[in-house]
């Protein structure tokens, strides 16, 4: 790092390292970014390494997929199968799923890597969707994040799309099965549906195209987005500093933690083999998408127990959670409202997903930046939501089970659906209700716990013969965490420089009313000292 | 027909892989070479049965249906089986079994699903609560009702087949409730349709050509007697050789692989980022 001063004093007798470094830097400069980079601190909590998993998965598909693709080839042409599977012999097969076969069964390792590379690909997208969790409920998405939580919302949807046309490049039954149900859907949007499915699959489905061409997406294209989002996903955590909870020294304007280097990149390196540790021990333990098994794809069998991935799930869900009758004729065209509905139903819950920071913004008019992760049980409505969130999607997911749960837990497929539709409706309320009294009252707790202290269990015996449980205060340290939170009040309405109250402004006051009516507010210094002075003053007095 | 086309496909992928194979260990010599032969005896005697066979009729093993076994069939329904299917079988609150054939009573006893343990969505499958002996003495007394399908001659159970025949016949006829991998699979109001595993290949095709509980009845138009031994081949095949990916999770599909990568992928990951973060006391 002080090479620049070094250089003109240093005698011969530099170590190998220390040259090796100059000359790196004299021609790169780059002392100057490890520098600032190696000295940033990067807070510690497990929840912060989430991301990172979803990272380190993502280069695992990256490793494994090239791979794949050296062997791969997409091509819907006919051949007769002549590998080593015997009940495949000779059964008539596009060239993708005869590769994928001789991948599976014919090439050295192919086998591991294929399912390296699917169980990889679950993981990234259950890690970015616990990753988004986390930076939902602990508020890492306020100002000035918004935009990163809309690039990572935006990965979340592209790794979906990487996977769901991964699943459909084997061209097995389960693929076919797969792409039969997205043509449905996309054939149920009313003008440009038919029209959008002939121009996707080249004609009629599955025609012979389709293979080729989301291989294309699925390598090329949704591959460099994803990356490119990444860089600017990460750019933005290093420009933004990452989110801290609260903590003593821990200020809006600092970071605390180890820094980059050498102890967090320790950590993060190790993390990340690690990560690639486990995937490689559940690659090489448990069968994944078993294409021998569904066979080459044809278009008039379904097997029992066809399901998407598990990030798809929630869509099938939603399908499945329709009621009968939905579609109807009416103007000499056909109305697919069992399709329309869950594809506007799941459009709306996107949206709200991507906007939510955004939303909170506005009910809230703070337009101060905050680098101080929530707790969340300091956001009550926040966490409600959340948490209503959570079970809808859960119904959904649910749902694309419901055979399994039928079969697997002794109950009928309608029980199981209507049970379903009721948790996708109610679920979320109830949720909601039961998510923001749990957080007031563990705020409650919060509170008594600063004002009187935890309770030590210690009984003791007044000399009046009353007994008491003696509270143990807190240390200044754990008060610090349990206090530092902010809490805001309802908007009041207030007529602008027209003196006018808009509908907007109306409408902002009672969403405001509703996040922010009940409410536990921190304790205050006055409130401290006065129960510390009255505790000590009843003890004395009462008990004294 | 099948039978031809499983022999002339055989041949030369079996020639080239003995030929790609390491010198050290060809020939008679190779590891598949019994496997093979064994394959190939069986085709040709299983073909030279049917051929001899006149074809379609499943004909029962040469058991001696005699007088006395009826009777101790008869006496043993009346005993267990005619308080809902009548007297002499003609149905009472269960259905008639004139004419239902001796497989479907050695499927619906053998399996154990009747006697029935209770009224339910369908029959389910308990330990038989009868010998093999009494089965057949049942069997043998409700064929000697009326004509129906027969227990099936063993070649056509042995798994002696082809088994992408039978496994395109499977995944075209059976998978959708089935699954392709034979777990079984839900069916509407509480009814399901069986795993296949530890099913034996008599009661498989039995199954067929009965069409118990609410399977449809593949007859022997439908499916011919080798097709059906196929399909039975494929399922012995799938039984016996476990999935070289490893643990099969089932072969329930996404559902069991999903719940996997959350469960036990990311609960382990979440432990160790745990664990990494942890402060030393």
Redesign the interface.
């Known amino acids: 790092m002080s090479t620049a001063t070094t250089r003109s004093t240093a005698p011969e007798k530099r170590s190998f390292t220390a040259a090796a470094s100059e000359y790196v830097n004299d021609r790169t400069g780059i002392a100057v970014a490890i520098k600032g980079l190696g000295r940033k601190a990067f807070p510690?909590?497990?929840?912060?390494?989430?991301g990172e998993?979803a990272l380190f998965s993502f280069v695992v598909v990256l490793v494994s997929g090239t791979f794949l693709t050296f062997f791969f080839q997409a091509s819907m042409a006919e051949v007769e199968y002549?590998g080593s599977y015997?009940?495949?012999?000779?059964?008539e097969m596009s060239v993708a799923m005869a590769s994928t076969l001789d991948i599976?069964?014919d090439i050295r390792g192919g086998?591991f890597v294929r399912?390296m590379h699917h169980?990889a690909a679950?993981?990234f997208v259950?890690?970015i969707g616990?990753h988004m969790l986390r930076v939902f409920f602990t508020g890492a998405f306020r100002k000035p994040r918004e935009i990163n939580w809309v690039f990572g919302f935006l990965l979340f949807v592209l790794a979906m799309a990487e996977g769901f046309t991964g699943y459909s490049l084997p061209d097995d039954?389960?693929s076919g099965n797969g792409l039969r149900i997205i043509d449905g859907m996309v054939k149920g949007i009313p003008l440009i549906g038919t029209w959008t499915s002939f121009l996707l699959f080249g004609g009629e489905f599955p025609g012979t195209a389709i293979v080729g061409r989301l291989y294309t997406l699925h390598i090329l294209l949704l591959p460099a987005l994803v990356v490119a989002l990444i860089a600017v996903h990460v750019g933005y955590v290093f420009i933004h500093k990452h989110t801290q909870f609260a903590g003593p020294g821990r200020q809006p304007t600092n970071s605390v933690g180890p820094p980059i280097l050498p102890i967090y990149a320790a950590?993060a390196g190790?993390?990340m083999f690690?990560?690639w540790g486990?995937?490689s021990l559940?690659a090489?333990?448990?069968?994944?998408?078993?294409i021998w098994?569904?066979?080459p794809y044809?278009p008039?069998?379904?097997?029992?127990?066809?399901?998407?991935?598990?990030y798809i799930?929630f869509a099938d869900g939603a399908l499945r959670l329709i009621p009968p009758g939905w579609e109807f004729v009416w103007l000499d065209r056909t109305w697919s409202f069992n399709i329309l509905v869950p594809l506007i139903a799941i459009g709306i819950f996107l949206v709200l997903v991507v906007g939510y920071p955004f939303i909170e913004a506005w009910v809230k008019g703070d337009k101060r930046e905050h680098h101080i992760a929530d707790r969340p049980r300091n956001a009550p409505i926040r966490t409600a939501i959340g948490a209503a969130g959570v079970t809808f999607y859960a119904g959904l997911w649910a749902a694309?089970?419901?055979?399994?749960l039928?079969?697997h837990f002794?109950?009928?497929?309608?029980?199981v659906i209507n049970a379903l539709q009721a948790t996708v409706i109610l679920g979320p309320i109830i949720a909601y209700f039961i998510t923001k009294r749990v957080c007031i009252a563990l705020q409650k707790k919060d509170r008594e716990i600063v004002l009187h202290g935890y309770e030590s269990g210690r009984i003791v015996k007044l000399p009046g013969g009353e007994f008491i449980e003696v509270h143990q205060p807190l240390d200044e340290y754990d008060r610090w965490r349990l206090v530092s939170f902010e809490s805001y009040e309802p908007l009041m309405i207030r007529p602008d420089a027209r003196g006018k109250i808009t509908a907007g402004q109306r409408l902002r006051a009672s969403v405001s009313r509703w996040f922010f009516e009940d409410r536990i507010a921190p304790v205050t210094r006055g409130e401290l000292e006065a129960a510390h002075s009255s505790h000590h003053a009843e003890v004395d007095t009462t008990h004294g | 027909m099948s039978l031809d086309?499983?022999v002339t496909?055989?041949m030369p992928?079996n020639r080239k892989k003995l030929m790609n194979r390491s010198k050290r260990r060809t020939g008679r010599r190779h590891p598949l070479a019994t496997v093979a032969l064994l394959a190939l005896g069986l085709v040709f005697t299983g073909g030279a049965y049917a051929a001899l066979s006149s074809g379609s009729v499943a004909q029962a093993e040469a058991e001696p249906t005699s007088q006395e076994t009826i009777e101790e069939g008869k006496k043993l329904f009346q005993a267990n089986c005619a308080t809902c299917h009548g007297l002499d079988a003609q149905g009472n609150n269960g259905p008639s079994l004139i004419g239902v054939g001796a497989a479907s009573v050695d499927f619906q006893v053998g399996t154990g699903r009747m006697p029935m343990q209770m009224q339910g969505?369908q029959a389910q499958v308990k330990p038989p609560q009868f010998t093999d002996e009494q089965v057949k003495q049942l069997a043998y007394y409700v064929a000697s009702l009326g004509p129906g399908p027969d227990i099936p001659a063993d070649h056509l159970v042995n798994g002696g087949g082809d088994?992408?025949n039978?496994?395109?016949l499977f995944?075209?006829n059976c998978?959708?409730?089935?699954?392709?991998?034979g777990?079984?699979?839900?069916?509407?109001?509480?009814k399901?349709?069986p795993a296949l595993t530890g099913v034996s290949g008599v009661h498989i095709y039995e199954a067929m050509v009965t069409g118990p509980q609410n399977m449809p009845v593949f007859n022997d138009l439908n499916i011919s007697p080798e097709d059906k031994r196929d399909i039975i081949t494929?399922l012995k095949?799938?039984q016996d050789n476990r999935?070289?990916?490893?643990?099969?999770?089932g072969?329930?599909?996404?559902?069991a692989?999903?719940l996997?990568?959350?469960i036990?992928?990311?609960g382990?990951?979440?432990a160790?980022?745990?664990w990494?973060?942890a402060?030393s006391n």
């Open positions: 510690d909590h497990w929840s912060f390494l989430l998993v002549d015997v009940p495949l012999k000779g059964v599976s069964f086998l399912q169980w679950l993981l259950a890690a616990l039954l389960l950590k190790g993390f690690i990560i486990v995937i559940i090489a333990m448990f069968t994944i998408n078993p098994n569904y066979g044809d008039s069998p379904v097997s029992a127990g066809t399901q998407p991935d598990w799930g694309a089970s419901s055979d399994l039928a079969t002794s109950l009928t497929m309608e029980g | 086309r499983s496909n055989s992928a969505p088994a992408a039978g496994a395109e995944r075209i998978a959708m409730c089935h699954n392709v991998a777990a079984g699979g839900a069916l509407t109001e509480g399901f349709a494929y095949y799938v999935s070289p990916g490893g643990f099969e999770l072969s329930l599909g996404p559902v692989e999903g996997l990568i959350w036990f992928g990311l382990s990951i979440v160790i980022t745990v990494i973060t402060k």
